[in-house]
């Protein structure tokens, strides 16, 4: 015992159970450790018995107290707590006299009397710790971050779980029980809430991986994956936002390209079949450099791929979005080029002072040195001053040169009169006489641009006409731009089925040559179109611009060359090939220039990126990881077809059909005797009012008309056999047989019966003829007419995409009843012209 220490010893009498030691000195110990011996040696060996120990021995203590003195120590400890707190019941909150003291649940400890017993006469330091609910805290061990949160969440929940319990508790308690269902339901919410918070979300995680690369990682394309059906197109680019702008933002001195991959879905009413389709919808390439601003460039892109989507829905007979196949990321480095857009001449340029450098930040250099060539200053001329921002918008930019392109017209395609029923003499047992007799005719006008070719051309010696001189429009061969005034209303139904002057007007999405009543601006015309259109009653406005130039027939030996060798032609190879070789002439004076694409396979990095930081460089095609294509723009256009010489040639082929119609079928036939049906570029198909149109013809046919294709000995004694193959005569389709019945739905779309054999003639755009042959009947034209319904084939194509071929079924609406070209009346037969006076009635 000497040996050890006063806190061993100390440790030795708590272990012992002994009291009073905390103030004893060490001899005091020693005493009172050797006086009292330990009386149960498992005690103090075994440190799981301590407590059990210390309350047996509390136990002991406390059995000796009377029943008064502890009745009046309790009273006494009641009254000092009463006038501290008040106990609220109701509410189980905890309040002071004047106040709430704690807006706290009062927890549900079980009460112990040892824990309200009177002090002893010893002090107090040596009575036992009285049983208590509250938890000893211990030191624990330093622990990581992690563990911390872990640590801190899992608390939390207890404490929600705690709370719960009480509540259930408080709920179910006699002075709570009107509100149990209120705190029951307010409970659930709660619980909804907070496994709210801590679930874990099911949202769909997208990743942007690289799928392709090529040239050492020069062109790369990543992809984002959409693996959860359900996605709208908006959802899904709003929803991958965060990732994009995130890779984005890693990256800089690239051009991007966005290519949204779908799965286009169209469903056959009739049978129910679903066509799915793989579709793609393309942004514009966009640079982005260190300053772009990622989320504009990417709302950009949004906005053309959700365009694109539009318009495939519109124009693709039906297609909509069956699911979102993902997004991809087309991108190629880039090095933008250094410095600024105002560059300083050299110096041996600069002490000459002969050039303007104008000190522009934009891309407009050539139009500010000319606008400063006109308004030259003295002092500072590189400047860019609001007086020469003022003068620039003076000028005219636009039309530096002719717009010859915009002179051209093609073929005129349009369905006047829907549905029409032949009767007369000709169809025996089927005619009617009580009705009036009507032949439907259907002319074909020989090889009508090759008639266009043998006249007078232009050759050459372009030249600009003084505004002084524009009256003398007719005495030279010339093109002009002018105004036409509108037709007048008392000649709307004159010129309803054929209106002169067509023009090119976008509808909906897409240009189409129309046939109006309205006035036009600077139309572009040939002068002999234009005074046939004179000669018909149009009548000129203002005349804007006039060029002439030289003109001949220098065609005319080349054209009847191959018209005598097709004449002359056995079979129906040599009769094409001589076609074809008028045609072949007038393709190349039409080709357009502008749609000619310049791509560049390239295998090597350096030469992938020079084309790639050009600013024509459009987009790139990954084959492999050694060969790409690099799309690029033209920055220069070589205009080195005759355009000019195409758009006579269509002018002038007008020409014939206008005078056709007008100076001989609408003389002939006045009084609406003569309805057009339809016209085909060179075709023109009418209802005719008259007892034989045949015989009508018969003092015209040297003149107008091939009749080598209607049998000799023809019923009506007509001459056979007359100007075969002579180009400009009009030839009888049908080759003198009776045509029965018409339908027509919209250009390019009709069908006619014939009478003698019933044989069906079917025209039908953009269907194989072998599925319209098929599957497409007479009576299918005539139903989509007159019930409104759209009627869709399938058909197998070929496609390509990255030089491979594959097979494609599609489901294409074939017929469709509706027809913007022209004003349907409710009868479903009969059209307006746009612009016509009762357009609106």
């Known amino acids: 015992m000497e040996k050890n220490t006063v806190v061993q ?168 029980r009107h509100t149990g269902v209120f705190v029951a339901n307010n409970l659930k919410d709660f619980k909804e809430h907070i496994n709210e918070l801590y679930k874990t979300s099911d949202q769909p995680r997208f990743k942007i991986f690289p799928k392709k690369s090529s040239l050492k990682q020069f062109a790369k394309m990543y992809t984002i994956i959409d693996g959860v059906k359900g996605y709208g197109v908006l959802e899904f680019l709003q929803a991958v936002k965060p990732i994009v702008i995130n890779f984005l933002q890693t990256q800089k001195n690239i051009k991007i390209k966005f290519v949204l991959r779908c799965n286009m879905s169209k469903t056959n009413i009739a049978t129910g079949e679903t066509t799915v389709k ?25 906005d053309k791929m959700r365009k694109s989507m539009a318009k495939f829905m519109r124009e693709g007979s039906g297609w909509d979005l069956h699911s979102i196949k993902g997004l991809d990321l087309h991108t190629v480095k880039y090095t933008p080029l250094k410095g600024s857009s105002y560059i300083k001449l050299p110096k041996h340029l600069e002490r000459k002072m002969a050039i303007i450098n104008m000190k522009n930040k934009d891309e407009e250099c050539f139009k500010w040195c000319v606008t400063r060539a006109l308004y030259p200053v003295r002092n500072n001329p590189e400047r860019i001053t609001k007086i020469l921002k003022k003068q620039v918008e003076k000028l005219v930019w636009d039309g530096i040169e002719f717009p010859m392109e915009a002179g051209i017209r093609g073929g005129i395609s349009m369905i006047p009169t829907r549905h029409s029923k032949a009767n007369n003499k000709y169809m025996e047992e089927s005619f009617d006489p009580t009705q009036p007799s009507k032949f439907i005719m259907y002319l074909d006008a020989n090889n009508l641009y090759g008639w266009a070719m043998s006249k007078s051309l232009p050759t050459g010696g372009f030249k600009w006409v003084d505004e002084k001189d524009f009256t003398e429009w007719k005495s030279f061969a010339c093109i002009l731009e002018v105004d036409l005034k509108g037709v007048t209303s008392e000649l709307h139904d004159h010129f309803n089925d054929y209106p002169p002057a067509p023009e090119n007007l976008l509808i909906g999405k897409v240009h189409k040559l129309v046939c109006t009543l309205n006035e036009k601006k600077k139309y572009i015309v040939h002068h002999e179109t234009l005074k046939h259109y004179m000669s018909l009653g149009i009548e000129i406005g203002k005349i804007h611009r006039v060029i002439r130039f030289n003109e001949s027939p220098w065609m005319k030996k080349y054209i009847d060359l191959n018209t005598s060798l097709r004449a002359k032609a056995k079979n129906e190879f040599e009769k094409d090939f001589y076609k074809l070789m008028n045609n072949a002439v007038f393709g190349k004076t039409m080709e357009n220039i502008r749609k000619r694409v310049d791509v560049r396979l390239v295998n090597s990095e350096e030469k992938a990126k020079k084309l ?28 080195n077809k005759p355009l000019y010489l195409g758009m006579s040639i269509l002018d002038i082929s007008k020409t014939l059909m206008y005078d056709f119609h007008y100076n001989y079928i609408k003389p002939k036939y006045p009084n609406d ?7 085909d570029t060179d075709s023109l198909c009418y209802e005719i009012q008259t007892e034989d149109f045949y015989r009508d013809i018969t003092n015209d046919v040297d003149s107008l008309f091939d009749t080598s294709n209607i ?131």
């Open 278 to 302: 793989l579709a793609y919808f393309k942004s514009f390439v966009e640079t982005v450099i260190e300053e772009t601003d990622r989320k504009e460039i990417y709302e950009k892109s949004v």
């Open 9 to 176: 010893l100390r440790r030795i009498a708590k272990d012992r159970g002994l009291h009073g030691y905390s103030r004893l000195r060490k001899d005091e110990l020693i005493r009172l450790i050797q006086s009292r011996p330990s009386t149960s040696s498992a005690a103090s060996s075994k440190k799981g018995d301590s407590k059990r120990a210390k309350r047996e021995k509390r136990e002991t203590d406390w059995s000796g107290i009377g029943k008064e003195e502890w009745e009046k120590w309790l009273n006494k400890q009641t009254e000092k707590v009463e006038k501290l707190k008040k106990v609220d019941t109701k509410k189980g909150v905890l309040k002071r006299v004047d106040g709430p003291l704690l807006d706290l649940p009062i927890p549900q400890q079980r009460q112990n009397n040892a824990d309200l017993l009177p002090p002893r006469s010893s002090n107090l330091l040596d009575d036992l710790v009285p049983e208590h609910g509250q938890k000893i805290l211990k030191p624990t061990k330093p622990q990581g971050v992690k563990k911390k949160i872990e640590k801190a969440v899992d608390w939390g929940k207890k404490k929600v779980e705690d709370w719960g319990q009480w509540l259930k508790g408080v709920a179910n308690t006699p002075q709570a």
């Open 673 to 679: 005797k003569s309805k057009l049906l339809f016209t």
């Open 612 to 639: 790639a930081n050009k600013v024509n460089f459009e987009h790139c095609t990954i084959f492999s990881e050694d060969l790409c294509a690099m799309h690029m723009r033209k920055t220069q256009i070589l205009f």
């Open 711 to 841: 049998r000799e000995g023809h019923c009506s004694g007509v001459p056979t056999g007359v100007n075969k193959k002579v180009i400009g005569m009009f030839k009888d389709e049908a080759g003198g047989k009776i045509i029965e019945e018409f339908v027509g739905l919209r250009a390019k779309l009709y069908s006619y019966k014939m009478f003698d054999d019933g044989e069906e003639k079917k025209k039908c755009k953009g269907v194989k003829q072998g599925v319209v042959e098929r599957t497409i009947g007479f009576d299918d034209y005539k139903r989509c007419l007159f019930g409104g319904e759209k009627q869709l084939r399938k058909m197998n194509t070929l496609r390509s995409r990255k030089h491979e071929m594959y097979m494609e079924e599609i489901n294409k609406v074939a017929l469709s009843a509706d027809d913007d070209k022209r004003i349907i009346l409710p009868d479903k037969i009969h059209t307006y012209a746009i612009g016509h006076c009762r357009e609106h009635t």
